[in-house]
């Protein structure tokens, strides 16, 4: 099993839909993270969080939010998806210290119609 | 959020020695530099971490100057599937990537 795992893998929806994507982590690790990709865009961070209880916004968290419902989940929703959302999102993971550097999960294709 | 720069694009042809560097003119004292490796469609996977000087491993060198404001990954004898985005990122408590650097390995 992946230490890092997202779903779906792929997600076409509707604009105006919510929408949820999940990831789960066996890393052990306090820190998770959300990103989207699009292309020649690198990756850009929405939301980041640091422990259960702890939600921070990154550089483009308007439209988005987050749950972390326990250490190893993080979930991202799009309260009303629009297509300019359509990109690829990575979760990630890291521990307090970064000595393992950032654990990624494989990603999921969103595509907003 | 720390932000790196590194160049957007370079060509190389297998069996050579590939060298990016990355630029962080702020890294702050206690930061990490770490070098990621990106294919298209996954997610970026971890190839080495450093401090200052030298650090290396299976995969890759990873060279820190004594002032810490830039980084060179070096991939040896690089062949068709180190063709990848590679990114530098500073800092262990921040996550911010740039662009990365594409790396076209040709046969």
């Known amino acids: 099993d992946a230490d890092v795992t997202q779903t779906p893998r792929n997600r076409i929806t509707k604009t105006g839909k919510r929408i949820m994507l999940e990831c789960s982590q066996t890393k052990g690790h306090d820190r998770m993270y959300w990103y989207r990709q699009d292309p020649g865009l690198g990756l850009r961070l929405i939301y980041y969080s640091f422990d259960v209880k702890d939600i921070n916004k990154g550089e483009i968290s308007d439209g988005y939010s987050v749950s972390r419902q326990a250490q190893a989940k993080f979930s991202l929703s799009l309260e009303s998806a629009i297509p300019n959302q359509t990109a690829l999102y990575f979760c990630?993971?890291?521990?307090?210290?970064?000595?393992?550097?950032?654990?990624f999960g494989s990603g999921t294709r969103l595509t907003v119609v | 959020l720390a932000k790196t720069t590194q160049p957007i694009s370079m060509d190389s042809y297998e069996g050579q020695e590939v060298n990016i560097t990355c630029s962080h003119n702020n890294i702050a004292t206690n930061d990490y530099i770490t070098w990621y490796q990106q294919f298209p469609s996954q997610g970026p996977r971890f190839i080495i971490q450093g401090y200052k000087t030298k650090v290396k491993n299976e995969v890759a060198s990873l060279f820190i100057p004594a002032d810490r404001k830039s980084s060179t990954l070096s991939l040896p004898r690089v062949s068709l599937s180190d063709t990848a985005v590679y990114y530098c990122?500073?800092?262990?408590?921040?996550?911010?990537f740039g662009k990365g650097n594409q790396v076209v390995v040709i046969p």
């Open positions: 990630a993971t890291s521990d307090s210290r970064g000595s393992e550097g950032y654990t």
């Open positions: 990122l500073e800092g262990n408590n921040r996550l911010a």
